[in-house]
């Protein structure tokens, strides 16, 4: 029955009731629902970008920028070949070479883009690297940090980083050395992102100084300075492969470790009856998360010293995660004002092997720190 042409409708005796009906053109309702379909399609893209994809972010970026021009080019391929297979699973990386001729476009290049899984990429377009003329430093800097800025580049969820491994230590297209130094800060604030640089100088002869003071106001670590392919390639897979093992390592300590601490304070206080204080501290102990860490150590088994503080940082967040389970334990039977003797016999040797594993862990870091390399020339 169609009542689009009714006025109202009269319902027992004293009851009206009016409908009004309106019928939008075929145009207008079409148009309506093209822009609903926007919205809703408009929501699901601001979602994915706001919260999935970040979760497909890698734990590293890290661009390789090597020097072509003039010098031994062949010893820093080798180096580059051998030690970006051992890199981290999860790691992004890319390749850009520089040297060329000064105001051409062509004096710096990225050979291949960032990617996860492209070492084999990397290694071979590291060997194809041709000699190029000058020694086109700044440029390849400015565009590297450009590289981290494209719209499909996602920020690393641990370290951005460029390694660069030049031959020389200044600009051979401006002689102007804080003009060049300018260029890059003001590159890499432009890029609104932190953006660590590792410098290695190889056979650098007279421009050693012009490389530091560039690192200098970067803040970043002094250059290292290699002057054999073995001293090269050694150092290389320090910054590859070594250094963000040991970051990893140190966070999941540096979480940790203090929520153990407030956690020792807070049971001896349950003596006193201070039962908010052991809730404030389970709650932050739950807190401490560290997966992000334990699982970039995860693709990091490369080396027996990986191996090595790989298993010692699943074990700490085990033990930690005892000490938790001790703690509450003990809180649930001071709130119930049970007698405390057994749980807190329990308690303290939880806590004891975890400050055990927390100790060893803090050697094997300070013994594998001290293999580094010591940025001096």
Request: hydrophobic letters at 40%.
């Amino acid at each position: 029955m169609h009542l689009g042409k009714a006025k109202g409708v009269v319902v027992g005796d004293n009851a009206r009731q009016w409908n009004t009906f309106w019928e939008w053109p075929k145009s207008v309702r079409r148009l309506f629902i093209v822009l609903l379909v926007c919205v809703l399609v408009a929501g699901g893209v601001f979602a994915a970008i706001r919260w999935v994809v970040p979760m497909f972010a890698p734990s590293y970026k890290t661009t390789f920028l090597i020097d072509a021009a003039e010098g031994d080019l062949a010893s820093v391929t080798n180096a580059l070949t051998t030690v970006v297979g051992n890199s981290g699973e999860h790691d992004s990386q890319s390749l850009r070479s520089f040297g060329g001729e000064c105001g051409t476009d062509d004096n710096t290049t990225q050979l291949v883009g960032f990617g996860t899984g492209n070492r084999q990429e990397i290694a071979d377009a590291a060997r194809a690297v041709r000699q190029g003329a000058k020694a086109t430093l700044q440029r390849g800097i400015v565009e590297a940090v450009n590289d981290f800025t494209s719209w499909r580049s996602l920020e690393a969820k641990q370290v951005n980083r460029i390694i660069v491994v030049t031959r020389h230590g200044k600009d051979a297209c401006d002689p102007d050395d804080e003009f060049v130094r300018a260029q890059i800060r003001d590159r890499v604030a432009a890029a609104g992102l932190t953006i660590e640089f590792r410098f290695i100088g190889y056979q650098v002869r007279d421009d050693g100084d012009r490389l530091t003071e560039l690192a200098t106001q970067l803040k970043t670590q002094e250059p290292t300075f290699t002057n054999s392919p073995d001293e090269l390639k050694r150092v290389l897979a320090w910054f590859t492969t070594i250094e963000p093992v040991l970051r990893s390592s140190q966070s999941v300590v540096n979480v940790l470790n203090p929520t153990v601490d407030k956690l020792n304070s807070a049971t001896e206080a349950l003596q006193d009856g201070r039962v908010d204080l052991a809730d404030n501290a389970l709650a932050e102990a739950r807190r401490a998360v560290v997966e992000v860490e334990i699982k970039d150590l995860d693709g990091r088994t490369s080396s027996a010293d990986a191996v090595r503080l790989r298993d010692l940082a699943v074990r700490l967040k085990t033990l930690q995660e005892a000490v938790i389970a001790a703690a509450d334990e003990l809180v649930d039977q001071a709130r119930s004002g049970r007698n405390l003797t057994e749980p807190l016999s329990v308690y303290p040797k939880a806590a004891v092997a975890y400050n055990a594993e927390a100790r060893v862990m803090t050697d094997e870091l300070t013994a594998l720190r001290a293999k580094g390399p010591g940025g001096t020339r």
